[in-house]
């Protein structure tokens, strides 16, 4: 039938609709997660100035050369540079000075010997740390027991990047280190990508709010939950819309609301053939609401019903997913979180999928001519199904870590079996 759309063609024509969202100039920790929407380069080399990389004393290579433990070089100790020292004492033949990690390289000095290396400066006694230390060595005199070579235990200016230098890319997702790298540059503001704003709205009158007593037919909304948390979970600021009850008017009208703060509108239930299908019946006569939702049927299961369009004058995405808790999580891991992730910049749409062996009592089944996503757990190169196949089981997904691709080709699977598993917990 040609009115049936393959799972890829659904997807493609959600990836075709949406774009990355304009860049935003954040502070550094709202730029956390996000994707870098500028190349980033080095106003000033880093580290910015020669600097100790241990606690030491600052020497001139000539002065130790040949010192060893009988034969110490007895030198004169003419200043303490701590780091941050803005003024340093020049280091002339037979002088050192005592230098902490990370303090500034006087002039004169060529390497820096640990202070283990030495007596500590106490002229002649056992090596002390150097805290332990009296602070006002000027005048005092350190014992080195061992040469050193220029360079030595200094961390030269621009060795960790050279001044104009691109340190991060455009496209580099922001972790702690990229941020703190940011940091370390001297930026307190980045170009990114900001996070999708998603707002989800289950719809059905059957559905009650948690905490709440249920009344008779009634069910929680687990949707709305599980949706808003799995758009979190793809980077997305997410907002839940407490449920709407099954009326057109309602429905639309609290669409129309959220479509300010929405990158993208996400609606469950209500999609399929039934008398109430209110997400069909509020989104496919709207004259008031320029754009328009397509109501498509999938070769897929779960998640046979799907919607898509781009509604109000910003054209704004919105899907709508079937109202079963597997099917909406399953089109939501399958259609939404890529189109979240192309929002967001990312390169890389997809969860990572690997081959797995099935591991089963039975044989699989799957009906002919769809894509089945299976529930399952994966664990060293096997795959073993959780729960059944029906669309409401929601205490197996729970269970589940993976998702156990059953080609459309294919109606029976043997244990044993390499299938396609896409696995939920990662990231990527
Ligand atoms: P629908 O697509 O609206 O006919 O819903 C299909 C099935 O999913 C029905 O059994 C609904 O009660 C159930 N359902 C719909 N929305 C939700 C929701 N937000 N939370 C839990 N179950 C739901
Ligand atoms: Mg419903």
New binding site residues.
Partial sequence: MTDIWSVDEHLDDILRAVRPLDHLELQLFDAQGCVLAEDVSVPVAMPPFDNSSMDGYAVRTADVEGSSEEFPAALTVVGDIAAGSGSLPAVGPGEAARIMTGAPLPPGAEAVVPVEWTDGGTGGGPAESMTAHSTAPGGTEVRVHRPAVAGAHIRTRGSDIPAGTVALTAGTLLGAPQIGLLAAVGRATVLVRPRPRVVVV???S??AEPGTKLGPGQ??????YTLTAAAREAGAVAFRVS?VADDAATLRAILEDQLIRADLLIT?????V?A???VKEALSDIDDLPGGVEFRRLAMQPGK?QGFGLIGPDRIPLLAL????V??YVSFEMFARPALRAMAGHAELHRPRVRARLVADTPLTSPPGKRQFLRGSHRNGTVRPVGGASS?LIAALAQADSLIVVPEEVTEVEPGTELEVVLLHHAR
């Fill in positions: 289950s719809t059905g059957e559905l069910i929680y909304d687990s949707n709305g449920a469950s239930g209500g999609v399929s039934g109430y299908d209110v019903p079937p109202g079963n808790p099917s909406s409401h």
